[in-house]
């Protein structure tokens, strides 16, 4: 416990946001009420194995995972990689270089989030290039954004005032779920083929990214 607080003031001290628990079932009461870019995980847990948690975790969000346990067998080294961790740190560690090798996982998971690609479908969003099959796609500003917000919020339901509302607070004026609509019956004449249906209006409430 004690050294989860320590760890827990030093992230905050840096700038983050931090939830902590001491099980599996914190962890999955956590999981199952926020949403999380990271999760620093021992393998020695009171009712369970992190190793566990881990593949729980992965199975349902993307999100990166870092061991940080005094078991520092290769063995389990190993296993912590194979099943997805991004890194595996063993005890006694430096908090300066945990700090900051937490601060490189997630810089590289947002660069990886700058970019959406299916196969068919990509884009860019540090670039603002949309291409379908590797040729680019002319879309407006209005509909570009549209794109990204329905994106950042893939398989969450966006009302109609919620996604008018944060696209008003980036400078698209759209006044009404009307003109909301025609902009993104025309993005899904771009994009969409009978093949690759990406986004579904859930009549009288609003849209989501499939």
Request: proline share 1%; charged share 25%.
């Amino acid at each position: 416990m004690e050294l989860n607080h320590t760890i827990c003031t030093a992230l905050q001290k840096e700038g983050y946001r931090v939830y902590s628990g001491y099980t599996c079932g914190d962890g999955q009461a956590l999981a199952a009420s926020h949403t999380f870019d990271m999760a620093i995980l021992d393998v020695n847990l009171p009712d369970g194995d992190g190793f566990g948690f881990c593949k729980w975790i992965k199975a349902r969000s993307n999100i990166s995972v870092l061991f940080l346990s005094a078991r520092d067998l290769e063995e389990d080294v190993l296993t912590g990689y194979e099943i997805g961790a991004a890194d595996y740190v063993t005890k006694p560690f430096s908090m300066k270089i945990l700090l900051k090798k937490i601060s490189v996982i997630l810089s590289r998971e947002r660069k990886k989030s700058n970019v959406y690609d299916d196969g068919f479908l990509k884009i860019d969003f540090e670039l603002g290039l949309v291409q379908i099959e590797e040729k680019n796609c002319s879309i407006t500003p209005t509909e570009y954004r549209i794109l990204k917000k329905l994106i950042e919020h893939k398989g969450q339901l966006l009302t109609y005032s919620v996604l008018l509302d944060s696209l008003w607070e980036e400078g698209i004026e759209l006044l009404d779920k009307h003109a909301l609509a025609v902009n993104i019956n025309r993005l899904r004449k771009k994009i969409e083929t009978g093949e690759h249906s990406y986004i579904s209006n859930v009549y009288g409430m609003g849209y989501i990214w499939k």
